[in-house]
Nanobody
Framework: QVQLVESGGGLVQPGGSLRLSCAAS????????MGWYRQAPGKEREWVAT???????DYADSVKGRFTISRDNAKNTMYLQMNSLKPEDTAVYYC???????????????WGQGTQVTVSS
């Protein structure tokens, strides 16, 4: 089927930067919208950012101006550049993709396993 693998998480000091990647593989015909979500300890998973197949993007207010979402359609990969990180950005970050699966052309929502981002001094 389809697999999403996140990478790039880690420990960073407040004010620092990280770049997350999400690589999709498997029986992919095409990928429509892709997005990042995060879940902090004891909290529900929340939406962070979304990017359309044409590159249009949207962000949660909490990250607007600090995070940038992008994608490379040729590589079936999405990125999240996170700058000016704050302790409240600490969470497990998950990627999500709306994938058109080959050869059935069914649309499925796929999730990665998550990558930990910790912002602490």
């Amino acid at each position: 089927q389809v697999q999403l693998v996140e990478s790039g998480g880690g420990l960073v000091q407040p004010g620092g930067s990280l770049r997350l990647s999400c690589a999709a593989s498997g029986s992919i015909f095409s990928i429509n919208a892709m997005g990042w979500y995060r879940q902090a300890p004891g909290k529900e998973r929340e939406w962070v950012a979304t990017i359309g197949i044409g590159g249009s993007s949207d962000y949660a207010d909490s990250v607007k101006g600090r995070f940038t979402i992008s994608r490379d359609n040729a590589k079936n990969t999405m990125y999240l550049q996170m700058n000016s990180l704050k302790p409240e950005d600490t969470a497990v970050y998950y990627c999500n993709a709306r994938v058109i699966v080959a050869p059935t052309l069914l649309s499925v929502s796929s999730w990665g396993q998550g990558t930990q981002v910790t912002v602490s001094s």
